[in-house]
């Protein structure tokens, strides 16, 4: 390849594509061709030409004029190609195609599907919690246990780490009942403790505390309990 080849081959530019378009089209309801389209008309904004017409559009790719024509007339009318018109600095009317339409569409389609993977994230979490109960307490829960993890959640807003930690708690303490349980959640909120680095420093000081206190003291006190746990 000559000199002369590589400069055109290098004049020809490039164009920025985002992979989300890559992954999003087909959730938006956009099928391969009018993406192709896309595209080349992306190409053509990115060398200057604003408004290329349906036969620049066809000269590029395997399908006709009319058949551009009408891709570009289902893009406009589905919402991603705006055309916008107005006068330059000499009083010249121009026409041209904008894509932030597209983009938009795009960023919202992006959102939905982040909010999506987190709400499938947190159903699973929840289910995974409701089953770690059932799997230490060695049975089905009641109707009763079932609301009250979905108070914890729904409305004191605990995490399921932190609930699943104050089950720990109750295990290793021998005292496995959501009584006991709501009892720990209740002093780690006080505490503003949400996470388990959180927990563990709350339950390292309160050791600490216990063994600074006289014996006579820590034997009158029925403190909940802070095990050190988390190292283990």
Known sequence: MSKKSLLRWLKEGQINIPA???????????????LVLLLHVMSFIEKGNDFPTPVELSSTMTITAAECTNILRRLIQMGFIEIIDGYSNDGIRFEKYSLDPLWEKLISSFLLQEKQTETNVQRQEEKDIYTCFEQEFGRPLS???????????????????????ALREAVISGKLNFRYIDRILF??????????????????????????????????SEPLPFYNWLDK
């Open 20 to 34: 989300v378009l890559l992954s999003q089209y087909k959730d938006m309801k956009i099928n391969e061709s009018e």
């Open 187 to 220: 002093e780690w909120k006080k505490n503003g403790i949400k996470t388990l680095e959180q927990a563990k420093n709350h339950g390292r000081k309160f050791r600490q505390y216990q063994k600074g206190r006289p014996k006579e003291e820590q034997g009158n």
């Open 143 to 165: 109707p009763f246990e079932c609301e009250t993890l979905a108070m914890w959640m729904d409305e004191d807003q605990h995490g399921t780490v932190i609930i699943k930690a």
